[in-house]
Each structure stands twice: as structure tokens, then as C-alpha cells.
């Protein structure tokens, strides 16, 4: 079994920085790509950041501002963000895409969420 745990959300003012991080554990044989979601109240999940192992991509409302990166010896995902804005609250999920074994099929897993809370 899969699990992803996020760590890192809080309350910090308009203009603040926060890190968010994410493990993954459990029965893991390779993984593919790693990324960070939210979800304001009353609003869909959006993509923030995604990272394969060559690129990385991000929502026009975050690119600038946020960086994601990841460790792959830690299976952990990281979202560096900086210059937060109040519509950046939200609860940030962290999704991986990944096969437990050699040749099964990717398998999408998420963690529990984190709040980020921006004041401003």
C-alpha cells in the first residue's frame, strides 16, 4: 500500500513564503511523475506544479512564484512558495503517479491535504 504524506501548510501574511513537502511510502517501484494540487472552497481541484524527470510544469497564476521540486532517493516532493497571494488559499494536495511494481500499470495516489491559509 501507497501513502503520501504532506507536511508544510499554515497561516502566513500576503507577500510570505511557505514549503510543502510530500513522501511517499509504501510498496513503491518507481515513480513517475510528482505534482502539487489545490482546492479553494467552492472550487474544483486545479494543477499547481507537476515534475517528471526532466521537466516541470505550472499554472500561469503560480509560474514565477512557485518552484516544486523532488528527490527522488526520498520519493518527496517539494513546493516552494514565495510571494503568496490571499488566492492562494487553498488545500494543497500531492499527487503521485507511480507503479508499485516492475510492468503494473501507473497508478495515480494522494495524499491527505494540507490548508495554506494567505491573509492579507
Known amino acids: 500500500q501507497v501513502q503520501l504524506v504532506e507536511s508544510g501548510g499554515g497561516l502566513v501574511q500576503a507577500g510570505g513564503s511557505l514549503r510543502l513537502s510530500c513522501t511517499a511510502s509504501g510498496t513503491i517501484f518507481r515513480i513517475n511523475t510528482m505534482g502539487w494540487y489545490r482546492q479553494a472552497q467552492g472550487n474544483q481541484r486545479e494543477s499547481v506544479a507537476v515534475v517528471t524527470h526532466s521537466s516541470s510544469n505550472y499554472a500561469d497564476s503560480v509560474m514565477g512564484r512557485f518552484t516544486i521540486s523532488r528527490d527522488n532517493a526520498k520519493n518527496t516532493v517539494y513546493l516552494q512558495m514565495n510571494s503568496l497571494k490571499p488566492e492562494d488559499t487553498a488545500v494543497y494536495y500531492c499527487?503521485?503517479?507511480?507503479?508499485?511494481?516492475?510492468?503494473?500499470?501507473?497508478?495515480?495516489?494522494w495524499g491527505q491535504g494540507t490548508q495554506v491559509t494567505v491573509s492579507s
Open positions: 499527487n503521485a503517479v507511480l507503479e508499485v511494481e516492475y510492468g503494473s500499470p501507473l497508478t495515480n495516489y
